[in-house]
């Protein structure tokens, strides 16, 4: 399989992204956009978890990964909430769910990852239920352009190193899909992008 790798990256990566479930950075921004999540929800690229403690109890969550070592933390993580959850070690590119089938897709720091993002989209689309919603917070390339500049140098050497590339414009990914983006907010020099979408 090509992405053995880049599995191996993250499965290497998993106790520390473990760690970081109580003292992210990023864990307001979680709070701002994940809250929101409702119904059938699929999180892809599940990781160990990050996002659990802002989900409701009444959820039923998917969580896909295809990392092992990642699911394994998210399975141990999962025991402390009140959410029914079900997890999935697989590839999001390659995955294969019926049509319509969840309320809420949630997306967390895995559009660095994707050999096709716009591929990964695209299943969105067909994944989410027509008056449902997707939920993203995602890193890619700043809206400061010195900050840019070091992201676009140091993308080839960060893709060898943790299987990320840094200098994506999320945004526009999302505005080349056939998906509605609703609201867009910029965080952390224009780094960290939260996306509201919908089918």
Request: charged share 30%; aromatic share 10%.
């Amino acid at each position: 399989m090509v992405k053995n790798p880049l599995i191996r990256k993250f499965d290497r990566q998993a106790r520390s992204y473990d760690r970081r479930r109580d003292g992210d950075s990023t864990r307001k921004y979680r709070q701002r956009i994940f809250s929101g999540a409702e119904g059938r929800v699929l999180e892809v690229a599940v990781g160990a978890g990050a996002n659990f403690p802002f989900y409701d109890a009444d959820i039923e969550l998917t969580g896909i990964d295809f990392s092992p070592e990642m699911l394994k933390a998210a399975r141990t993580a999962a025991r402390d909430y009140a959410f029914d959850a079900t997890f999935i070690e697989g590839d999001v590119e390659r995955a294969v769910f019926e049509e319509n089938s969840f309320d809420t897709i949630v997306s967390s720091l895995s559009f660095c990852a994707y050999q096709d993002p716009e591929k990964v989209l695209e299943q969105f689309q067909k994944w989410c239920r027509p008056e449902g919603r997707i939920l993203m917070m995602e890193h890619g390339l700043s809206t400061n352009g010195m900050v840019a500049k070091i992201q676009q140098i140091s993308d080839r050497l960060s893709l060898k190193l943790v299987g990320c590339h840094q200098d994506r414009h999320i945004t526009e990914i999302v505005q080349q899909s056939d998906l509605e983006l609703v609201e867009e907010e910029r965080h952390l020099m224009g780094c960290l992008y939260l996306l509201w979408a919908k089918p």
